[in-house]
């Protein structure tokens, strides 16, 4: 396991990605009235699903890669800055997704406010950046595994249990906004720490579960367990949900813990059908592998305002029937598997030139940010 990837984790990335690809979609295209049909409701309880999938991904990902990488990481050599520099670029690519110009002269004179608003909102990727740091932080300063992992899931059950009481704070009275940002939504963020870093710190310790069972030869025993205790928390929360002294309490840790239980059958399922189907070469698992790249090439491609000041979503404007937006998805889903593939290819066979090719698009566009 020490030089393999998880397929099943690049599965579960993969398919994640491909659906929050038609969740922007809709959310952009769609004609609003569309969306107050019935079956729409069961449409975005499946989208609701991506963002917890992503997270709990991520915490799965940097657990089983710190434990391969760990000496290397506490010598402060190549891996340790490699991983910080691969945690910035999560943060700034994040940011970049919200800068309403790219051009500090327009950010001076043309931001209003509630752009300023928008661009400090946390995202994903701002929040699976700042979950990377605290995990790694707390790797190098924590040498026991068995104290390690009781601070994750401490800090975890805090994430989820304490957000509702926290929600609607406004931290901005107290500190700055950008920090603020990330406590709460009161100030617009998607996914603030408070309770969505919690899925990011149940995938670690997910993740930290499978190695032991890995390397003690019961991996089918961790996979049933983890099966029928994810189908009895499903349901317990399910059926709290409907009580309304608790399904009224939000963020709810129950949907907090209905949201976990789904993304951890989700992740046993894929297991299963990696053994079932001995995959090693799916579309998907090309998308799981680069979804940094993805995940930012899709948004500019829907938000991004390339053609004169607009953007796709401007121009087409909530204009799409079902069938018009199904085939948008399809054909950008299309696109961006040929994008995964591509830059798959290129890094494989030329490793060092791909770094390059990457830190000269961030060195140019900050250049570019700067100049313009």
């Not at 520099?85 to 940011?95: A, F, S």
């Not at 979950?131 to 026991?144: A, E, P, Q």
């Not at 790249?293 to 390339?306: A, C, G, N």
């Not at 390059?356 to 570019?368: K, L, N, T």
Request: some cysteine; proline content about 3%; hydrophobic content about 55%.
């Amino acid at each position: 396991m020490k030089n393999k990837r998880l397929l099943f984790i690049d599965l579960l990335r993969g398919w994640a990605l491909l659906v929050m690809i038609e969740v922007h979609v809709f959310n952009a295209f769609l004609k609003p009235e569309i969306k107050l049909q019935s079956w729409f409701g069961y449409l975005n309880f499946i989208n609701g699903l991506v963002a917890p999938s992503f997270l709990f991904i991520s915490g799965f990902a940097f657990m089983i890669a710190s434990q391969r990488k760990l000496e290397d990481f506490r010598k402060y050599g190549y891996a340790f800055w490699r991983q910080i520099g691969r945690i910035l670029l999560i943060w700034g690519v994040g940011y970049s997704l919200h800068i309403p110009f790219l051009s500090l002269h327009k950010m001076q004179t043309r931001v209003e406010p509630e752009m300023w608003r928008q661009f400090f909102a946390v995202d994903v990727l701002q929040c699976i950046a700042f979950g990377l740091l605290l995990m790694f932080v707390l790797r190098l300063l924590i040498k026991s595994d068995k104290i390690y992992n009781l601070v994750i899931v401490v800090l975890g059950i805090i994430s989820a249990v304490v957000a509702p009481f926290i929600e609607h704070i406004d931290f901005s009275l107290y500190m700055a906004k950008p920090v603020a940002a990330y406590i709460n939504s009161f100030n617009g963020s998607l996914f603030p720490l408070f309770p969505w870093l919690g899925f990011m710190l149940a995938g670690g310790i997910a993740s930290s579960l499978y190695s032991k069972a890995k390397e003690g030869n019961y991996e089918e025993k961790y996979l049933k367990q983890t099966l029928y205790g994810s189908l009895v928390v499903l349901v317990i929360s399910y059926a709290l949900l409907y009580i309304p002294a608790i399904g009224d309490f939000k963020p709810s840790p129950v949907f907090f813990l209905e949201r976990l239980a789904i993304v951890l059958l989700l992740m046993v399922g894929l297991r299963y059908y990696e053994l079932w189907r001995k995959t090693e070469k799916s579309f998907v698992l090309d998308v799981g592998r680069e979804s940094l790249l993805i995940y930012w090439l899709h948004l500019q491609v829907i938000y991004r305002k390339f053609w004169d000041d607009k953007s796709m979503e401007n121009i087409i404007n909530f204009s799409m029937n079902v069938l018009e937006a199904i085939g948008s998805t399809l054909l950008l889903a299309f696109l961006m598997v040929i994008a995964a593939k591509i830059w798959g290819a290129f890094k494989k066979r030329y490793k060092k030139t791909s770094q390059y090719i990457v830190a000269a698009v961030v060195i140019g566009v900050i250049g570019y940010f700067f100049l313009m």
